[in-house]
């Protein structure tokens, strides 16, 4: 099924803590190269910790998720689910940003999601949150 839904979702360390200007950078970068892609997603940093989803074809969800592993603004990398799905969670989101001062306020923290049956069950309720506090893009 080759134009089949993809949806991959991870959390990682980042290798140190990073400035906004960097983060400003990699979202301006992603959001261009995944508008060229047809990817979509929403992106959130919190407490040295990165949470991703992407949505999009799965080859091209796949050598994204390849350029991430070997970036090195990325320690430890965790996936919590890849998977086909029906519909995109994140449709006109080249790829949104969820600022940590939200998310704090929200009561969300990432470090929970660092155990894989935790993650899953609350992947919905996260994407929900994700869509209420993100910041569009
Ligand atoms: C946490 C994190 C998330 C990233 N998300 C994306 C993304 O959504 N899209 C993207 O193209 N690059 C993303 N990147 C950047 C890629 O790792 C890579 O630097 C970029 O795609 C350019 O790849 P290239 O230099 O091999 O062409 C992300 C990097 C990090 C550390």
């Known amino acids: ?9 991870y959390v ?4 140190h803590d990073l400035s906004d200007a960097e983060l400003v950078d990699l979202l301006d970068v992603s959001r261009q190269l995944n508008l060229r892609d047809g990817i979509t997603g929403a992106l ?3 407490d ?8 999009g074809n799965e080859l091209l969800v796949e050598a ?6 070997h970036d ?5 990398i965790m996936t919590i689910t890849q998977s086909p799905v029906t519909g995109h969670a994140f449709e006109d989101w080249s790829m ?8 704090k306020r929200a009561g969300f923290g990432l470090r929970m999601l660092y155990s894989p049956q935790a993650s899953l069950d609350m992947m919905d309720e996260l994407f929900i949150a994700f869509r209420k506090l993100g910041r569009p893009s």
């Open 1 to 9: 099924m080759p134009d089949e839904l993809w949806r991959l979702v």
């Open 12 to 15: 990682s360390a980042a290798s």
């Open 44 to 46: 959130a940093y919190y």
């Open 48 to 55: 040295q910790r990165f949470l991703q989803v992407l949505e």
């Open 64 to 69: 994204l998720f390849q350029r991430i592993c």
């Open 72 to 76: 090195p603004r990325n320690d430890s």
């Open 96 to 103: 949104g940003w969820v600022p940590e001062k939200e998310l």
